[in-house]
């Protein structure tokens, strides 16, 4: 997959383009793609490939042999730049780490996080860094989670482990499984470990705000005016809301300690919204003519007509 | 063939601390280069830094971001500073949005 991308292409240059334009075009690039000033799940690779592009274009040198031959190691055997230049954080290229449950490599944790971070240069092995995405219910709950790593015992084995993920984890939050990462480098050295990065992916219903669940609750107008119980649905299983009477829409409702599980658990908000019914029967439409007779109301007070 | 094992996760620690020294240490930065990212009020909790200080994971993350953008922008302290403050807002005010769209979206 790496270095085989058109860097042209990766930095948005014309292939005349100058010195100057590339240093421009990388600039720019490299902040709208900064892993930590761009929160979108791609940006990480695409930072990944405009340095690698980068490095190539930026030297005349490279830069020829990449025009001449597709490759900036010119012809003869085929070097990824990539491994070149990445290769002694990370030993597995990224494809080889996508597990059962779909636990990708992070690269770009080994480079900064562990390369440039905590890891142990001296005798131990380097710690691995991946993620795997769960469901917000597997978060609620917590769940057991199957990877497959590619295994150090024997060549081009995978070793499966089940991985028990805590109830109450929260995007970016991280696991670490010790003794799990890179062997030692010499004999008698402590291996690496290995750190999990989680990823909660988005529910049909529900909103994570730090500990708290948001979930809007569509409410008929004469449940709001008169106040009712609605069942709604919560992480933890459904549970009877009291709507009290003269409710309006957009109000907020909050189920104590309903939200993710935790030290300081969280809460579940409930936003109402309330929907009309269609008069579709000449029957419905005279309920309507009738409010608007009796309930004489005006919403536009405020707007001072 | 691929042999199973049941590993119990261990979520790093929020708790657990690391010395003014030993991070600059691991981190690989100067400690007047921390000590002045502090100074420009890197981590808004921390008033008055001082060398005597601990990080515990989040201050750390935020450190590891800062040298990042630090290294590979050419961004100078203040504009570090600046950058992750409003990326706190913007994931603040991402979050409202996403509640409130789905809101307005519904039914």
Redesign the interface.
Same mark, same amino acid.
């Not at chain 2, 063939?1 to 790093?12: E, F, N, Q, R």
């Given at each position: 997959m790496m270095g085989q991308h058109d860097y042209y292409k990766v930095m948005g240059l014309e292939r005349g383009a100058t010195e100057k334009e590339i240093k421009m075009a990388y600039r720019r690039l490299a902040r709208k793609y900064h892993p930590d000033l761009n929160k979108e799940s791609d940006a990480e690779e695409k930072f990944k490939e405009l340095g690698e592009a980068y490095d190539v274009l930026k030297d005349p040198e490279k830069r020829k042999l990449y025009d001449t031959y597709g490759t900036a190691s010119g012809p003869g055997p085929q070097v990824d730049p990539s491994q070149q230049h990445y290769s002694h954080a990370w030993t597995n290229a990224a494809h080889d780490f996508h597990g059962a449950e779909g636990f990708d490599a992070d690269l770009f944790e080994s480079l900064f996080g562990g390369g440039r971070g905590f890891h142990q240069p001296h005798r131990g092995g380097a710690d691995r860094h991946g993620t795997i995405h769960i469901s917000l219910e597997e978060a609620f709950q917590g769940v057991v989670k199957q990877l497959e790593l590619p295994s150090h015992d024997h060549k081009g084995g995978r070793q499966t482990l089940r991985v028990k993920v805590p109830a109450g984890v929260k995007t970016g939050q991280k696991i670490r499984l010790a003794g799990k990462g890179e062997p030692a480098l010499i004999a008698g050295g402590e291996p690496g470990d290995l750190y999990i990065t989680i990823d909660v992916d988005r529910h049909p219903l529900f909103d994570v705000v730090e500990n708290d669940i948001y979930v809007t609750l569509p409410v008929t107008p004469w449940e709001a005016a008169l106040g009712s119980t609605i069942v709604v649905p919560t992480l933890g299983g459904k549970v009877d809301l009291k709507i009290p009477p003269n409710s309006q829409g957009g109000q907020t409702l909050r189920l104590k300690k309903r939200g993710l599980p935790g030290p300081t658990p969280g809460d579940q908000y409930i936003l109402l919204k309330i929907v009309i019914p269609h008069p579709t029967t000449e029957a419905d439409k005279a309920l309507y003519q009738t409010m608007a007779r009796e309930m004489p109301f005006n919403p536009r007070d405020n707007l001072g007509g | 063939?691929?042999? $199973?094992?049941? /590993?119990?996760?261990?979520? /790093?620690d929020d708790q657990s601390s690391i010395s003014f020294f030993d991070l600059c240490e691991?981190?690989?930065i100067s400690e007047d280069v921390l000590l002045d990212m502090l100074e420009h009020g890197l981590i808004p909790e921390v008033s008055m830094p001082t060398t005597h200080m601990e990080f515990d994971l989040s201050m750390i993350n935020r450190i590891? $971001?800062a040298?990042?953008?630090q290294t590979?922008?050419g961004i100078n302290s203040p504009g570090v500073v600046l950058?992750?403050e409003l990326?706190d807002e913007l994931?603040q005010l991402h979050?409202?949005l996403?509640?409130l769209q789905?809101?307005v979206k519904? /039914?």
């Open positions: - | 063939m691929s042999k $199973s094992t049941i /590993v119990m996760g261990v979520l /790093v691991k981190q690989g590891q $971001s040298c990042r953008l590979d922008l950058a992750l990326m994931e979050s409202e996403r509640v789905r809101h519904l /039914v």
